[in-house]
């Protein structure tokens, strides 16, 4: 079957740092996305990998190994207002269809 | 803003109607999705098309259908609607797998069905 796992919940200090770790397996792999969700609105896209390693923008890196089947999300330095839902999700077919996990919701705390 | 619209922001109907929902993608953008999100089942993959033409499925059920215009939108449609499609509908759009970069999905702001 197809399985995308992450955490269900998270909590951390503001100005600290959280990993989310997401691990699947999928059918076919063409890439990896996280993307961040506040309550009732849409995701807004955060970060993408689709080879090996790191890619880091501003505060937010993302992490992948493919032949593990495993990515991170790090936030560093983190603020009140990153307390949302993180998604991983998995591009499974050349059309670009996203298989996403259920989230993550990272709770932020003063 | 993700540039990609849709309309209306929330729906309150009843058992058995049917109803609309309408995307319109960011400009450019070929590829359109659907996905619902309700509580318990987290964002659920409905349809895809890619300039017209249907490109994949997912857990649309029968009572469901989308299609996508000559002008690139998009409308969803839910029939003989039930309580547990009570959810929120959201459209996302992107270039389409030919551009030659990261085919990224951008999201608009869903619509929230109501089924009473």
């Known amino acids: 079957g197809q399985n995308i796992d992450q955490p269900t919940e998270m909590t951390a200090t503001e100005g600290a740092i959280v990993q989310i770790n997401c691990t699947y397996q999928?059918?076919?792999?063409?890439?990896l996305f996280w993307y961040q969700q506040h309550a009732g609105e849409a995701p807004t896209f955060l970060s993408y990998?689709?080879?090996?390693g790191l890619e880091e923008k501003g505060r937010f890196s993302s992490f992948l190994s493919r032949s593990k089947g495993y990515s991170y999300l790090l936030l560093k330095e983190l603020q009140m207002k990153d307390s949302a839902s993180y998604l991983c999700?998995?591009?499974?077919?050349?059309?670009?269809?996203?298989?996403f996990g259920a989230g993550t919701q990272v709770v932020v705390t003063p | 803003d993700s540039g990609v619209t849709q309309t209306p922001k929330h729906l309150i109907t009843a058992t058995g109607q049917r109803v609309t929902l309408r995307c319109s993608p960011r400009?450019?953008?070929?590829?359109v999705y659907w996905y619902q999100q309700s509580l318990d089942q987290g964002l659920q993959f409905l349809i895809q098309?890619?300039?017209?033409?249907?490109?994949a499925k997912g857990n649309i059920l029968e009572r469901f259908s989308a299609q996508q215009f000559p002008d690139l939108h998009s409308e969803l449609n839910l029939s003989s609607l039930e309580l547990g499609d009570s959810a929120l509908y959201f459209c996302?759009?992107?270039?389409?797998?030919?551009?030659?970069?990261?085919?990224?999905?951008?999201f608009g702001p869903g619509t929230r069905l109501t089924v009473l």
């Open positions: 400009s450019g953008d070929l590829s």
């Open positions: 990998n689709v080879l090996d």
């Open positions: 098309y890619y300039n017209g033409e249907e490109r």
């Open positions: 999700a998995v591009i499974s077919d050349s059309w670009g269809k996203l298989q």
């Open positions: 999928t059918s076919g792999f063409n890439g």
């Open positions: 996302a759009s992107s270039v389409g797998p030919y551009s030659g970069g990261t085919d990224t999905q951008y």
